[in-house]
């Protein structure tokens, strides 16, 4: 089946500074990528959907400036948190779409990254 | 009021037993409805879609929509302890990128040996 990663799959860092989150799609080609949020207890929020290429497309309330996307390749997607501050704490989850024969455009989820901000 | 409403339960059942989880919803748009299973610090996976009304049956799984009451369950006959695990559901009104997916709260269930 499709295989999605997430690097590093927890970190904890100081107020203010920047943290960088990986997602990869293992063995097939990402067409599209997926940036989700979910606080405890609560549904995935998307926060941004990147295609290959092209700039992320966010949604509505979240900062473009705050959360840096990169999709610079059809395997690899990055989320950058910039200037982190503890309200950003939370659980973040990519997914990846495409070039895989489905009968669904069927998103295949990573298994989360745990960010805390001190 | 939410597009998905999910109760978070938690849900606690005896192995064996049958499971009903539910979610309600708001968007007529909505065509296309999963459902999600996601163990603790893991990203969900897509167990079932359905496509409009109807049931569909996989193993002990059984997902049923009701588009006039906006109405979806997932059934899970036989529990087992190995199905504890939070159930999300979720809608789109197009399977393709270009349509969001809303995901309701998910139900936290516990099947206990």
């Known amino acids: 089946g499709a295989v999605v990663s997430q690097h590093p799959s927890w970190v904890i860092c100081k107020s203010g500074t920047s943290v960088k989150i990986e997602c990869r799609s293992l063995?097939?080609?990402?067409?599209?990528m997926f940036w989700y949020r979910q606080f405890p207890k609560q549904s995935l929020m998307l926060m941004a959907t990147s295609n290959e290429g092209s700039k992320a497309t966010y949604e509505q309330g979240v900062e473009k400036d705050k959360f840096l996307i990169n999709h610079a390749s059809l395997t690899l997607s990055t989320l950058t948190v910039t200037s982190a501050h503890p309200e950003d704490s939370s659980f973040y989850i990519c997914?990846?779409?495409?070039?895989?024969?489905?009968?669904?455009?069927?998103?295949?989820f990573g298994p989360g990254t745990r960010l805390t901000v001190l | 009021q939410k597009e998905v409403e999910q109760d978070p339960g938690p849900l606690s059942v005896p192995e064996g037993a049958i499971v009903s989880l539910n979610c309600t919803y708001s968007?007529?748009?909505?065509?296309?409805f999963m459902w999600y299973r996601q163990y603790s610090r893991k990203g969900p996976e897509l167990l079932m879609y359905?496509?409009?009304?109807g049931n569909k049956e996989d193993g002990r799984f059984t997902a049923q929509v009701d588009k006039s009451s906006k109405y979806i369950s997932l059934f899970i006959r036989d529990s087992q302890p190995s199905d504890s695990a939070t159930y999300l559901c979720a809608m789109a009104s197009q399977y393709s990128s270009a349509s969001k997916i809303i995901f309701g709260s998910g139900t936290r269930l516990s099947i206990r040996p």
């Open positions: 997914s990846a779409q495409g070039g895989i024969p489905s009968p669904v455009n069927e998103q295949f």
């Open positions: 359905t496509y409009s009304s």
């Open positions: 968007n007529s748009a909505f065509q296309y």
């Open positions: 063995d097939f080609q990402a067409t599209t």
